[in-house]
């Protein structure tokens, strides 16, 4: 049996799960959000504050799914009580960030500055102008959006110029020699 998939989910106070034609709805107070759970195989109980995630074969891809599911309802719980985050630092001469409204510009060194149109349900903020904090109650659109962001001008290795996470490890390459 997974390891992860065996493990209950627990609802804590505030937050209701409900499981309606293979449609998993988690509200709390800080949102809703929902998954299909697209594999028959895969059952959920719901016990008073635990959630179990049970399956009816044994084949491997019902045994893959086992966790993953599992662990997709468990985000999802988290996430409506305390919203996942990410932050991402711009790194670069005169470069920097800000947010008005619902739109990042970025002046990354191009001859032009990058907007960026935050998402609904992503909640993006500047505490300076070379940090952005990304923010929100879904994991995976929290991860895809500061996965975008970073794509509009990735690390360059020789000065490492350029948008990265903040807990991103940049490994540097050593430039030309002379003789």
Excluded at 2 to 21: C, H
Excluded at 62 to 71: A, C, D, F, N, P
Excluded at 145 to 163: D, L, N
Excluded at 164 to 173: A, G, L, P, Q, S
């Amino acid at each position: 049996m997974s390891r992860i998939g065996r493990l209950p989910v627990a609802i804590p106070a505030g937050v209701t799960v409900d499981y309606k034609d293979n449609v998993v709805t988690v509200k709390g107070p800080k949102g809703t959000l929902s998954t299909v759970i697209a594999d028959k195989n895969i059952n959920i109980r719901i016990e008073g504050a635990e959630l179990h995630v049970e399956r009816t074969r044994e084949d491997k891809s019902v045994k893959s799914k086992h966790g993953l599911y599992r662990q997709l309802i468990n985000n999802m719980v988290v996430g409506v009580v305390t919203p996942f985050s990410r932050s991402l630092t711009v790194n670069g001469v005169g470069w920097k960030a800000g947010v008005s409204g619902n739109k990042l510009t970025l002046n990354i060194g191009y001859s032009h500055p990058v907007d960026f149109i935050i998402p609904e349900g992503i909640t993006i903020t500047c505490p300076d102008q070379n940090t952005i904090v990304v923010s929100g109650v879904s994991k995976e659109l929290v991860g895809q959006t500061a996965a975008t962001i970073k794509s509009k001008r990735p690390v360059e290795p020789y000065h490492a110029y350029g948008i990265r996470y903040t807990d991103e490890v940049v490994v540097m390459k050593e430039g030309k020699k002379g003789k």
